[in-house]
């Protein structure tokens, strides 16, 4: 055992995908090795609290496992056989390889991808320096916040809201399409404090009886994608009972008057219909609202990872318009501070060499884009060489069996860099021993709070592990592209330098102060004086393509968007052949596809299992524990049933992301998820899939 006489407590800041970014302290044994991670007391968001797969780090950063050294692939691609090689013959094999590709494609033909394995803005953004340089297809990064962020920006216009902490100060705290018992444990730290301290009742709307829904007193249990339908409903309430705030809405929102003559039909009884809730459960809910000025609604991403999700989203985020609970501290609405720190990020991301003209690829489309359709490759040259880091997307991207196939290529030169022998690792011709989060130092923001952290390197990486920042600007050197000042930096001289240019002061003092607190004043993040638009109006009928969302362009059926909050139809619906709605919810123990690999996670979540409820099984013939098939037109997976009485009928969850080798069969839950563009801005619809479910074959 280790001596823990030789500990010491470091500060850091978690790294994942997670919008908690939760400040953390750290026992690091002897000088070289993890111990306990705790959160930080004193951060006033943290307050402490921390997720157990965060806190059992150590797992992870010590596991047996780990890459460290660099491979070169010697069998068939997905085989798994690799050889050690040096790390200047890796470089030099990856470098010039992209260069043939260029030579015969163009530059566009080498596409950089990755995503949000690391939060951090020097280790994560520091690959678009590279691309940049060259001119390589753009990244659109759109497997997760598109959505909701459309959907928050086309009402309030920015991405930030009532300081988060103010839960603990409200009277009604709603939790909406989160499921943050597991996957952001500190909202319920403020919202149980605020129902401990003043009897604040705290409600959760989504589609299964989640950890956080057993923890509601007003648990309002809906079918997936018909949010917009409960929103619209209550706000039928608030305006037939007279509890809308018809000044305040005379003051901040555009077309009151609109919204209300649209609502005189959106009545609880029409919401009932689609959302299966009841709809003396809903007039309880918006009556409660109405009376409750001190209502806080928290909006999370799961509600909106369907094909109606940004309509969903703004539908939402109308209520506390219409009632008037912005106007005090404990109300208003929250989903994102992502728009409050105004980066200056031109040293990380080489933006001052960015070409406009250079086309951007869908993060989320990869497996069409792979398989060359003209559409997803937007008119350019096919996709002949890719540079991977911080992602996982033979796991993680939808319709899996195109993902599959476009990796299988064998005109397809991929470069991973890597912490495991992931999926998309074995599918690689060279892999890069990657450092994890303590091996390096980082700079990070929250999402969901408004701290800037601090990451900085408290351990030596194992064997030949290498941050991301030294292997872009070794790449970048090779390839005759590293006169950017960005690329002759080091991580905390970037760090430095991104703090001064974008007035947060220096590395020096936020070394000294562990976080920065830079939340907005109360008039600022409840917009006293107006939301973020020229006339200080909320929009209620927003001009959907006009949103302010950095995109390419607009995807899906964004001629069709609802003018007002509506239950918008375009969510792939069960039919006679598809009976079911198919949720793809974060599972505990895991964060995307990080933390399979560690045993404790792994064995908590036992295994790849469908939740479906009792009725439907006995229905289907299918009892707990056995081996079930859901399958629809892009793909099947093999699972086990467990019976679960917390859905509508009708709805079957599988939490995830399991790998696809974990499944029977090999294929994984994103065999079943469609990579079509949701509108306005892209994404990927998650949990909008229709399958059938069987009881499987013994031979299947």
Not at 24 to 49: F, H, M, P, Q
Not at 71 to 77: A, D, E, I, Q, V
Not at 181 to 197: F, G, W
Not at 424 to 445: C, G, K, N
């Amino acid at each position: 055992m280790p001596d823990r006489t030789a500990t010491r407590l470091h500060a850091s800041a978690c790294p994942h995908d997670c919008p908690s970014t939760c400040a953390l302290e750290v026992e690091v044994v002897d000088g070289r090795r993890i111990g306990r991670i705790r959160g930080a007391a004193d951060n006033s968001y943290t307050a402490g609290v921390i997720c157990a797969k965060v806190a059992r780090y150590a797992e992870r950063v010590h596991h047996p496992d780990r890459l460290t050294q660099p491979l070169r692939r010697t069998g068939p691609k997905g085989s798994g056989q690799f050889a050690p090689i040096s790390w200047d013959e890796a470089l030099d094999i990856v470098a010039d390889r992209f260069l043939e590709a260029e030579r015969r494609h163009g530059p566009e033909t080498v596409w950089p991808y990755y995503y949000a394995g690391t939060m951090g803005l020097v280790q994560r953004d520091g690959i678009n320096r590279l691309r940049h340089a060259r001119r390589w297809s753009g990244f659109f990064a759109t497997i997760c916040t598109n959505p909701a962020w459309a959907g928050w920006l086309a009402g309030a216009g920015k991405l930030a809201g009532a300081d988060p902490r103010e839960m603990a100060r409200s009277d009604l705290v709603v939790i909406w399409g989160t499921n943050a018992v597991s996957t952001q444990v500190n909202v319920m730290t403020h919202a149980v404090r605020a129902r401990k301290e003043r009897g604040a009742k705290i409600a959760v709307v989504d589609v299964y009886r989640t950890p956080t829904m057993e923890q509601a007193d007003i648990p309002l249990l809906i079918r997936p994608g018909s949010d917009g339908a409960l929103a619209c409903a209550v706000m039928h309430v608030l305006f037939r009972d007279g509890l809308a705030d018809r000044a305040y809405l005379a003051s901040h929102a555009d077309d009151p008057a609109g919204l209300e003559a649209h609502l005189a039909t959106r009545t609880p009884a029409w919401a009932e219909a689609i959302t299966g809730l009841p709809a003396a459960e809903i007039e309880a809910f918006a009556r409660l609202v109405g009376h409750t000025p001190r209502s806080y609604f928290r909006l999370g991403y799961g509600f909106t990872r369907s094909r109606n999700g940004a309509v969903n989203m703004h539908a939402a985020s109308c209520i506390p318009v219409v009632s008037g609970a912005w106007k005090v501290e404990g109300g208003g609405a929250f989903h994102s501070n992502s728009g409050i720190y105004g980066w200056n990020k031109t040293l990380i991301e080489g933006l001052d060499l960015r070409d406009p003209t250079v086309r951007m690829l869908d993060q989320s489309r990869i497996g069409p884009i792979l398989e060359g359709d003209p559409d997803a490759l937007a008119g350019g040259p096919p996709v002949t060489a890719l540079l991977i880091q911080n992602t996982n997307p033979v796991t993680i991207a939808p319709d899996q069996a195109r993902v599959h196939r476009g990796f299988a290529r064998d005109d397809l030169f991929v470069c991973v860099h890597e912490q495991f022998m992931t999926e998309t690792a074995r599918m690689a011709d060279i892999v890069l021993p990657a450092t994890m989060f303590l091996e390096h130092d980082d700079l990070y923001q929250a999402g969901g709070n408004q701290h800037i952290l601090l990451g900085p390197k408290l351990v030596e990486p194992p064997g030949d592990c290498r941050p991301n920042h030294a292997v872009i600007g070794e790449l970048a050197r090779r390839l005759g592209s590293d006169s950017h000042p960005g690329f002759r930096m080091t991580e905390r001289e970037l760090i430095d330098a991104t703090l001064r240019a974008s007035g947060h002061g220096t590395l020096e003092a936020l070394e000294a102060a562990r976080f920065l607190d830079v939340q907005p004043d109360f008039a600022a993040a409840h917009f006293v004086k107006g939301f973020h638009w020229p006339d200080g109006r909320f929009r209620l009928k927003p001009d959907w393509p006009k949103v302010p969302y950095a995109a390419p362009s607009t995807f899906g059926p964004v001629e069709t968007m609802p003018t007002f909050p509506d239950h918008w139809a375009v969510t792939e619906e069960a039919d006679a052949e598809h009976p079911f709605r198919l949720v793809t919810a974060p599972a505990r123990n895991f964060l995307n596809s990080s933390f399979t690999e560690t045993p404790t996670s792994a064995g908590r979540e036992r295994r790849p299992s469908l939740m479906l409820h009792p009725d439907d099984a006995a229905a289907l013939g299918i009892a707990e524990g056995d081996r079930v098939e859901a399958a629809n037109g892009r793909g099947s997976v093999l699972l086990h049933a467990r019976l679960f009485d917390g859905v509508r009928r009708g709805v079957v969850i599988a939490e995830s992301i399991w790998p696809n080798a974990a499944h029977e069969g090999g294929r994984g839950i994103n065999s079943l998820t469609g990579a079509d563009p949701v509108a306005p801005f892209g994404g990927a619809a998650f949990h909008d899939s229709h399958v059938r479910v069987r009881k499987a074959d013994a031979g299947v």
